[in-house]
C-alpha cells in the first residue's frame, strides 16, 4: 500500500551515520527523516512505515498525518463503531491467528462473536478460567463446539484477573488490552477502558505479549468434554452472569411499582388527551416492555369508580390480574374475572375474554355505564366482530387500547377505533436500548438444499420434513443454538409441517446423546392441551414447541429463551411478533437466540428490513444490513447472516426493488389508516417511525430491478413527480391541481422538500409571511444557517437564488422535469461586478405573480388539499428533513446517500450538472470536486473506460482520472495539487440505485501518469492517484463496497 509522499523513504544519508535505534531517535533530524533512517535499520515496509506514522500521530502529534490504521486508541464503548465488539470483530477479518486471554465468558459474548468465529479459516485460541466458578459449562460447551478454536483452561483457585485479545496479522500484531471481558454487556455498552496498539513482529511490547501468553497456555490444560462434565459437578458459581454484566434486571422489580421514563411520558400525554376531553386512545408497546404494568399505572392515575379489562385469551387474565394487584394494591380495590369459568362481574375491578364478554346474553348483564374505564389488550383485534360488540355496548369516560403490532394488514380500523389517538409508542428497537426486555441474537441461516439445488421457497421443492432437511435443522440448532437448558419455539409453515418435524426431531439427538424433546401444538388443540404444553416447556420437560401461529401473540412464555422460524418470513410485523415470544427478561436468562432459516422466495429481504433503522430505506442499506451483519441501530440486538442467506437475500432484493409499488402502497396504506385520510407529508413523521414522505412525493426509482439474462438494470420512466399525482395514482376520483400548479408542485416536491438544506424553505417561509411576499437579500442572509466551515455566504445565498428563481437549472433540465419556466422567487440584484453571483446584500427577492396566483386559488372539488395547504406542508417536511435527515446548515452527511444532483444541491452548486458529472467535476465557485466511484464497475455500464479504482483500506483510496486526463491537464493538475475540495461518494454497483455513499473528504498524496483501456479497446492517458481520507470510511460501509456480495 502506498500511503506517504514521494520523499517519505528517498533519504540519504551518510555511511558512518549511527546504527542503534536510539541514537537514530536522539538525532535532531525531523520526523520523516528519522523514521526513514529507523525503518532502513529495522527493514521495514509498507506496514512498518505505516505504523511509525500512526505512532507518531497517537503519541506525539494528533495533527500529523497518519493513516490511522495502527494508531493507539481507547475502546470504551461510547459509540457503536466504537464498542469494544466492534474493535474485536474487525481484527477478526483480517488477522490470521488470534488469543483471546479473558477470565470470564458468558454465552451471550460468545453469540456476538458467533457468525464470525464460525467462519473464521486462521488459527484461534481462546485462554480462560475458572476462577470464582463464574464460566458456566454452557459457555465452555459453546467454545469446545467452535471449528478451529482451541481452548484452554487455568483450572485453579489463584486469581485470574486477564482481558486481553491479541491477532496477528502477518506483517503486524495488534492487542487490545484493558478492562472488557467476552461478555455482552463488556464488548458493547458498559464503560470500559481497553486500549488498543499495534507493533511489529520484532518489537519489544510483541515479545512481551506472546511470551505471555504461551506461558498461559503451557500452564492451563485443553477444554475437553470430560473436563466440562467434572467441571459442572463440582461448581459452586459465588457470581452468577446475570449479577455480574446486569442482564438479570427485571422489567418489574419486586416491590412497590414505580413508571420508568418512558412510561412516564406516555402517563403524561393520557393525562394530557384526558385533560383536552378526548375519551378513547392507543398506547403502542414492543412485546415484553410490560404493557399490562403500564395499564395499571394509568388506571391508578385516573382512577376509575370501576374499571373493565378484556383479553382475548383466558390464559392471560390470571397474570394480568396480578400485575394490577401490584400496582393497585388490594385495600380498596376487589378483583373478579368473567371468563368461561368463572363469572364474578360485582367487583370493581372486573378482567374479562372477549369470548364470554362479547354473547349477548352476557352484555346485557352490563349496564353500558357500568364501567368509566375500559383497556383493550390485544387491540389490533379490535376490528373484529366480537370485539365491536364490546366497545359499541358501553360507554365508558375512557377507552385506552394496547398493542405491539398495530400495523396489521387485516386491522386497518384500529386507528380510527381509537380516534387516532396514538398516547404513547415504545417499539422494539427503542425498548431494547432502554433495557425492557432481553438482548437478542439472531442468526439468519440458509435453509436446506438439496442436492439438484431446489431449496426452500423453490416451487419444487417438496416435503418439508425430508430426513435431509430434519438433519440440517438439527444441526443448524446444535451450531448456532444455546448449549445449555432450551426453552424454545419453532415456527412452522403448516400443522403438517409442525407434526411430522416433532415426530422426527423427537428420535434425533441434540449433544452428547441427549434426545431432543418437542412437541406440535395447532390452533385445534384446547386451551387445557396448550397450557399443559407450555407448563411442560417451562418445567424443562419439553425442549420446544412447534406451532404455525398460536403463539404469534397474547402467549406470556417468560422463559422462552430460543426461537427457531422454519417459515417464510414474508412479513417485518410478523417477525417482531414471533421474536416477541421470548423478549421477556427473567432471572438466569441473559438473552434471547433466534434461529431464521432463509429460503428462496422473494419476499426474505423483509428480514434485513426489519432490522433497518433507517427511514425508508433503500436497496443499499437493506443490502449493508445484510452483508456487514451489524447491530441493527441497537446495542441490545446482534444481526449475522452466514454466506448462503446473504446470497439469498441479495438475490431476493434485485427482483423485488423497494421502490416497488406493492410495498409503496402497503407501506402507505398503514399511513392512511393512522390518521383516518390522506396524511400531509409532514404528518407522516408524527405517526410513524420508520417511514417518511420522501418515497412519496417524487418518484425516487430510477432502476427497478435487473434483467437476469443480461445482468444490465432495469430502468422505469417517472410515475409521479408530485404527491399530489401520487395521490391521484392511487385514487383515480381525487382531482389534480390546475397545470401551472402541478409543475410548481413538481419543482418543489423535487428539489425542495427533501431538505438537503434549510435555507429555500426558511426563505420561502419568510417570504409567504412577509408584507407584499418580499424581502431583501440582507434578511436572507440572516435566516440562513451559518455556512458549513470553509463555504462562502455569498455562494450560499447566490445558490438559494438559482433554486428558488429556477436559474439552476438548464432550460432542457426544467422540461425533462417538467418545472415552470420561473422558480416562485424573482431575484433583482442591481449590486455591480458581482459576477455570476447573484442575491447580494441588496437585491430584493419577491414571489412571483404566477406563485402566487396559484396561492390564491381555492380547493377543487375532489382536490385533496388546495395549493397552498402543499405549500405550507412541503415547507414543514422540508425543514424536518434538514433537521433530522440531512444538516440544516447543508452539506454531505457521512454514510449518506446521494444521486449526482443532490450533491451539487447538498454542496450549493451554482448550477445544476447532474448529467455532466460522469466521475467527477469542479465547481469554481464552490471549490468542490465531488468524486463519484462505480466500485464495482461493470464493462457494459462503464462510462469512458474500465478503472482500476480500489479502496486500499478504510484511510486510502486508489483512484484515475478519465481517460485523457494525465498530470498534465489543468484540471488533474488543481485536483493533485488539492486546490480543490475532494468529496468522494462511491456505490457498490449500478444495478440498484442511482445514489451513491459519501464516505468522506480527501487529500491527493501521490500522483502519477498511467494508461487506461476506454471502452473502445484503445490505451488512453490518465493519472493515477492516492488519495488520503480526512477520516477513515466506517468499517460498515468499507466492508459493504469491498465485499463481494
Known amino acids: 500500500m502506498v500511503d506517504r509522499e514521494a520523499d517519505d523513504c528517498t533519504v540519504s544519508h551518510p555511511t558512518d551515520s549511527v546504527t542503534s535505534v536510539e541514537a537514530i531517535l536522539s538525532e535532531e533530524l525531523d520526523w520523516k527523516r528519522r523514521n526513514a533512517r529507523l525503518l532502513e535499520h529495522v527493514g521495514a515496509g509498507p506496514v512498518g512505515r505505516t505504523l511509525l506514522d500512526d505512532t507518531h500521530f497517537g503519541y506525539?502529534?494528533?495533527?500529523?498525518?497518519?493513516?490511522?490504521?495502527?494508531?493507539?486508541?481507547?475502546?470504551?464503548?461510547?459509540?457503536?463503531?466504537?464498542?469494544?465488539?466492534?474493535?474485536?470483530?474487525h481484527e477478526l477479518r483480517t488477522c490470521r491467528?488470534?488469543?483471546?486471554?479473558?477470565?470470564?465468558?458468558?454465552?451471550?459474548?460468545?453469540?456476538?462473536?458467533?457468525?464470525?468465529?464460525?467462519?473464521?479459516?486462521?488459527?484461534?485460541?481462546?485462554?480462560?478460567?475458572?476462577?470464582?466458578?463464574?464460566?458456566?459449562?454452557?459457555?465452555?460447551?459453546?467454545?469446545?463446539?467452535?471449528?478451529?478454536?482451541?481452548?484452554?483452561?487455568?483450572?485453579?483457585?489463584?486469581a485470574f484477573h486477564a482481558k486481553g485479545y491479541w491477532f496477528d496479522q502477518t506483517d503486524a500484531v495488534t492487542a487490545i488490552v484493558g478492562s472488557s471481558n467476552l461478555t455482552w454487556q463488556a464488548l458493547?455498552?458498559?464503560?470500559?477502558?481497553?486500549?488498543?496498539?499495534?507493533?511489529?513482529?520484532?518489537?519489544?511490547?510483541?515479545?512481551?505479549?506472546?511470551?505471555?501468553?504461551?506461558?498461559?497456555?503451557?500452564?492451563?490444560?485443553?477444554?475437553?468434554?470430560?473436563?466440562?462434565?467434572?467441571?459442572?459437578?463440582?461448581?459452586?458459581?459465588?457470581?452468577?452472569?446475570?449479577?455480574?454484566?446486569?442482564?438479570?434486571?427485571?422489567?418489574?422489580?419486586?416491590?412497590?411499582?414505580?413508571?420508568?421514563?418512558?412510561?412516564?411520558?406516555?402517563?403524561?400525554?393520557?393525562?394530557?388527551?384526558v385533560d383536552q376531553g378526548e375519551r378513547r386512545a392507543l398506547i403502542i408497546s414492543a412485546t415484553g416492555t410490560g404493557k399490562t404494568i403500564l395499564a395499571a399505572l394509568a388506571a391508578k392515575q385516573f382512577n376509575p369508580r370501576r374499571l373493565l379489562f378484556v383479553v382475548h385469551r383466558e390464559q392471560i387474565v390470571d397474570r394480568a390480574m396480578e400485575e394490577f394487584k401490584k400496582v393497585l394494591g388490594t385495600a380498596e380495590h376487589t378483583y373478579g374475572k368473567f371468563t368461561g369459568s368463572q363469572r364474578c362481574a360485582a367487583t370493581r375491578c372486573v378482567f374479562a375474554t372477549v369470548q364470554t364478554l362479547s354473547k349477548p346474553d352476557n352484555l346485557a348483564g352490563f349496564a353500558p355505564d357500568a364501567f368509566d374505564y375500559i383497556i383493550i389488550?390485544?387491540?389490533?383485534?379490535?376490528?373484529?366482530?366480537?370485539?365491536?360488540?364490546?366497545?359499541?355496548?358501553?360507554?365508558?369516560?375512557?377507552m385506552l387500547g394496547l398493542t405491539a403490532t398495530p400495523e396489521r394488514t387485516d386491522t386497518r380500523d384500529v386507528y380510527r377505533i381509537f380516534d387516532y389517538n396514538i398516547a404513547y409508542e415504545i417499539r422494539l428497537q427503542q425498548a431494547l436500548d432502554e433495557q425492557l426486555l432481553c438482548p437478542v441474537t439472531y442468526f439468519g441461516i440458509g435453509d436446506y438444499t438439496k442436492p439438484d439445488g431446489t431449496t426452500t421457497g423453490d416451487p419444487d421443492f417438496g416435503d418439508l420434513a425430508t430426513d435431509d432437511r430434519v438433519d440440517h435443522i438439527v444441526q443448524a440448532v446444535r451450531t448456532y443454538g444455546h448449549?445449555?437448558?432450551?426453552?424454545?419455539?419453532?415456527?412452522?409453515?403448516?400443522?403438517?409441517?409442525?407434526?411430522?418435524?416433532?415426530?422426527?426431531?423427537?428420535?434425533?439427538?441434540?449433544?452428547?446423546?441427549?434426545?431432543?424433546?418437542?412437541?406440535?401444538?395447532?390452533?385445534?388443540?384446547?386451551?387445557?392441551?396448550?397450557?399443559?404444553?407450555?407448563?411442560?416447556?417451562?418445567?424443562?420437560?419439553?425442549?420446544?414447541?412447534?406451532?404455525?401461529?398460536?403463539?404469534?401473540?397474547?402467549?406470556?412464555?417468560?422463559?422462552?429463551?430460543?426461537?427457531?422460524?422454519?417459515?417464510?418470513?414474508?412479513?417485518?410485523?410478523?417477525?417482531?411478533?414471533?421474536?416477541?415470544?421470548?423478549?421477556?427478561?427473567?432471572?438466569?436468562?441473559?438473552?434471547?437466540?433466534?434461529?431464521?432459516?432463509?429460503g428462496a422466495y422473494d419476499q426474505n429481504f423483509h428480514i434485513a428490513r426489519a432490522f433497518c433503522t433507517k427511514r425508508d430505506p433503500t436497496d443499499d442499506d437493506v443490502r449493508r444490513q445484510t452483508t456487514t451483519s451489524s447491530n441493527g441501530g441497537s446495542t441490545y440486538l446482534s444481526i449475522q447472516f452466514d454466506k448462503v442467506a446473504i446470497r439469498r437475500i441479495t438475490v431476493a432484493l434485485r427482483r423485488v426493488h423497494m421502490g416497488d409499488m406493492r410495498l409503496l402502497n402497503k407501506?402507505?396504506?398503514?399511513?392512511?389508516?393512522?390518521?383516518?385520510?390522506?396524511?400531509?407529508?409532514?404528518?407522516?413523521?408524527?405517526?410513524?417511525?420508520?417511514?417518511?414522505?420522501?418515497?412519496?412525493?417524487?418518484?425516487?426509482?430510477?432502476?427497478?430491478?435487473?434483467?437476469?439474462?443480461?445482468?444490465?438494470?432495469?430502468?422505469?420512466?417517472?410515475?409521479?413527480?408530485?404527491?399530489?399525482?401520487?395521490?391521484?395514482?392511487?385514487?383515480?376520483?381525487?382531482?389534480?391541481?390546475?397545470?401551472?400548479?402541478?409543475?410548481?408542485?413538481?419543482?418543489?416536491?423535487?428539489?425542495?422538500?427533501?431538505?438537503?438544506?434549510?435555507?429555500?424553505?426558511?426563505?420561502?417561509?419568510?417570504?409567504?409571511?412577509?408584507?407584499?411576499?418580499?424581502?431583501?437579500?440582507?434578511?436572507?442572509?440572516?435566516?440562513?444557517?451559518?455556512?458549513?466551515?470553509?463555504?462562502?455566504?455569498?455562494?450560499?445565498?447566490?445558490?438559494?437564488?438559482?433554486i428558488l428563481d429556477a436559474s439552476y437549472y438548464s432550460t432542457d433540465r426544467l422540461r425533462k422535469r417538467v418545472f415552470p419556466a420561473h422558480g416562485p422567487v424573482a431575484v433583482s440584484d442591481s449590486t455591480p461586478n458581482r459576477g455570476t453571483l447573484i442575491g447580494g446584500p441588496d437585491s430584493v427577492w419577491t414571489l412571483t405573480d404566477e406563485f402566487l396566483d396559484c396561492l390564491r386559488r381555492e380547493k377543487k372539488q375532489r382536490e385533496i388539499f388546495s395549493f397552498a395547504e402543499h405549500v405550507d406542508d412541503i415547507i414543514d417536511t422540508s425543514l424536518w428533513n434538514a433537521r433530522h435527515i440531512h444538516s440544516p446548515a447543508g452539506g454531505l452527511k457521512i454514510d449518506g446517500q446521494y444521486s449526482r444532483?443532490?450533491?451539487?444541491?447538498?454542496?450549493?452548486?451554482?448550477?445544476?450538472?447532474?448529467?455532466?458529472?460522469?466521475?467527477?467535476?469542479?465547481?469554481?465557485?464552490?471549490?468542490?470536486?465531488?468524486?463519484?466511484?462505480?466500485?464495482?464497475?461493470?464493462?457494459?455500464?462503464?462510462?469512458?473506460?474500465?478503472?482500476?479504482?480500489m479502496l486500499l483500506d478504510q484511510r486510502h483510496l486508489l483512484w484515475f482520472t478519465k481517460a485523457g486526463q494525465d498530470v498534465s491537464s489543468r484540471l488533474t493538475a488543481a485536483i493533485a495539487g488539492n486546490r480543490y475540495r475532494l468529496p468522494v461518494l462511491i456505490k457498490k454497483d449500478d444495478t440498484d440505485s442511482i445514489r451513491f455513499f459519501y464516505v468522506g473528504d480527501a487529500r491527493v498524496i501521490d500522483t502519477k501518469n498511467t494508461t487506461v483501456v476506454d471502452r473502445e479497446g484503445k490505451t488512453a492517458r490518465a493519472a493515477q492517484m492516492i488519495l488520503r481520507f480526512d477520516r477513515e470510511i466506517t468499517w460498515d460501509t468499507y466492508r459493504y463496497l469491498t465485499d463481494q456480495h
Not at 579 to 589: H, Q, T
Not at 687 to 699: F, K, L, M, Q, T
Open 377 to 398: 389488550d390485544e387491540t389490533h383485534r379490535a376490528a373484529a366482530e366480537s370485539y365491536q360488540r364490546i366497545i359499541n355496548h358501553f360507554t365508558p369516560d375512557f
Open 483 to 598: 448449549t445449555g437448558p432450551v426453552h424454545g419455539l419453532m415456527f412452522c409453515s403448516s400443522r403438517k409441517e409442525a407434526r411430522e418435524l416433532s415426530e422426527k426431531l423427537n428420535q434425533r439427538t441434540i449433544r452428547n446423546g441427549k434426545p431432543l424433546r418437542t412437541l406440535a401444538l395447532t390452533g385445534r388443540d384446547t386451551p387445557e392441551t396448550r397450557k399443559k404444553a407450555v407448563d411442560r416447556l417451562v418445567s424443562g420437560h419439553l425442549d420446544y414447541l412447534l406451532t404455525v401461529d398460536i403463539f404469534n401473540e397474547g402467549i406470556d412464555i417468560r422463559e422462552v429463551n430460543q426461537i427457531v422460524l422454519l417459515r417464510r418470513t414474508e412479513s417485518a410485523i410478523v417477525l417482531t411478533q414471533q421474536i416477541g415470544r421470548g423478549l421477556r427478561k427473567v432471572r438466569g436468562k441473559d438473552h434471547l437466540r433466534v434461529i431464521d432459516f432463509i
Open 901 to 949: 444532483r443532490e450533491t451539487g444541491r447538498a454542496l450549493f452548486f451554482t448550477e445544476s450538472r447532474e448529467s455532466g458529472i460522469l466521475g467527477y467535476g469542479v465547481d469554481e465557485a464552490c471549490g468542490v470536486c465531488p468524486i463519484f466511484i462505480n466500485y464495482n464497475n461493470p464493462d457494459h455500464l462503464t462510462d469512458s473506460a474500465k478503472y482500476g479504482n
Open 188 to 273: 458493547s455498552s458498559n464503560r470500559e477502558w481497553n486500549l488498543k496498539f499495534s507493533a511489529l513482529p520484532g518489537g519489544q511490547i510483541t515479545e512481551q505479549l506472546k511470551t505471555a501468553l504461551d506461558e498461559q497456555i503451557t500452564q492451563a490444560e485443553p477444554l475437553t468434554q470430560g473436563f466440562i462434565d467434572d467441571y459442572a459437578a463440582r461448581r459452586r458459581p459465588k457470581l452468577a452472569p446475570q449479577d455480574f454484566d446486569g442482564t438479570g434486571t427485571p422489567v418489574c422489580p419486586p416491590g412497590a411499582i414505580t413508571p420508568n421514563a418512558m412510561q412516564e411520558a406516555a402517563l403524561q400525554r393520557l393525562g394530557t388527551l
Open 97 to 158: 491467528e488470534f488469543i483471546f486471554s479473558v477470565a470470564f465468558i458468558t454465552t451471550g459474548g460468545l453469540s456476538l462473536l458467533k457468525q464470525n468465529l464460525l467462519d473464521f479459516t486462521g488459527k484461534g485460541t481462546v485462554i480462560t478460567s475458572t476462577f470464582l466458578d463464574f464460566n458456566s459449562p454452557d459457555a465452555f460447551q459453546e467454545l469446545l463446539e467452535l471449528p478451529n478454536i482451541t481452548t484452554c483452561v487455568l483450572d485453579s483457585s489463584s
Open 667 to 802: 407501506d402507505y396504506d398503514l399511513l392512511v389508516a393512522q390518521v383516518g385520510g390522506y396524511p400531509k407529508r409532514a404528518q407522516f413523521f408524527a405517526v410513524s417511525a420508520d417511514h417518511s414522505p420522501n418515497r412519496y412525493v417524487a418518484d425516487q426509482s430510477r432502476i427497478t430491478g435487473v434483467d437476469p439474462s443480461t445482468g444490465k438494470p432495469r430502468y422505469c420512466s417517472i410515475r409521479w413527480r408530485n404527491y399530489a399525482e401520487w395521490i391521484h395514482r392511487r385514487d383515480q376520483t381525487t382531482a389534480l391541481p390546475a397545470a401551472d400548479a402541478i409543475r410548481f408542485l413538481n419543482f418543489l416536491d423535487g428539489d425542495i422538500t427533501p431538505g438537503f438544506h434549510a435555507h429555500e424553505a426558511l426563505v420561502l417561509k419568510e417570504l409567504l409571511a412577509s408584507n407584499g411576499h418580499t424581502i431583501t437579500g440582507r434578511r436572507v442572509r440572516e435566516l440562513v444557517p451559518q455556512p458549513p466551515d470553509g463555504m462562502s455566504l455569498d455562494v450560499i445565498v447566490n445558490h438559494v437564488a438559482r
Open 60 to 89: 506525539f502529534d494528533k495533527n500529523f498525518g497518519a493513516s490511522r490504521l495502527y494508531d493507539p486508541r481507547l475502546v470504551d464503548n461510547t459509540d457503536p463503531q466504537g464498542s469494544m465488539l466492534s474493535a474485536i470483530l
